[in-house]
């Protein structure tokens, strides 16, 4: 009894896929302008928000190489703990970075030193956001590439 019902578990989640894949499709023959000019739209936005002062460029493009790096680095482990370690780090450092703890008396004197001028926290924000879409564009496609490859291996052995 255990056979069929795994067998019509099975079945229905395939049909159930079918269905996603056949309504994704819908969606995207549907909506297809309206979704690239939202994607054109914010690119244009990003671009306009990149700093124009070459520190807080250099600053942004560390950053951003920095939240791939977490990416990786952290699907290595193998397990979304680690992701919602990397997604509390990456954001929680850049804010750190640029606006320091005042509480505490840490000020960003470390931006000063390096002759960076101090981002808008409009932008600190932004770049937070980006960065944390970024991280997660790389870690959930390594994530379920390293699943994949288990599933495949266990059944294999």
């Known amino acids: 009894m255990t056979q069929a019902e795994a067998g019509a578990f099975k079945i229905l989640k395939g049909l159930g896929i079918a ?13 297809w302008q309206p979704v690239l000019s939202t994607i054109v739209d914010l690119w244009n936005y990003l671009v306009d928000r ?14 951003m190489i920095a939240a ?4 990786v680095l952290f699907s290595q482990a193998g397990h979304f703990t680690a992701y919602g370690i990397a997604m509390g780090l990456v ?3 850049w804010v750190l970075f640029w606006e320091g703890f005042p509480p505490l008396g840490l000020d960003p004197v470390w931006t000063s030193n390096m002759g960076v001028a ?7 924000a ?3 956001v980006v960065a944390a879409v970024l991280t997660t564009a790389v870690f959930v496609p390594l994530e379920m590439r390293e699943k994949w490859q288990r599933r495949r291996r266990s059944r294999r052995g």
């Open 91 to 93: 954001p929680l450092l």
């Open 50 to 63: 990149i700093p124009s002062d070459g520190g807080q460029r250099t600053a942004v493009l560390v950053y």
């Open 68 to 71: 791939v790096v977490m990416g």
């Open 118 to 124: 101090h981002l808008r926290p409009s932008q600190v």
């Open 19 to 31: 269905i996603v894949i056949v309504v994704s499709l819908v969606l995207i023959a549907v909506y």
């Open 126 to 128: 932004l770049w937070a």
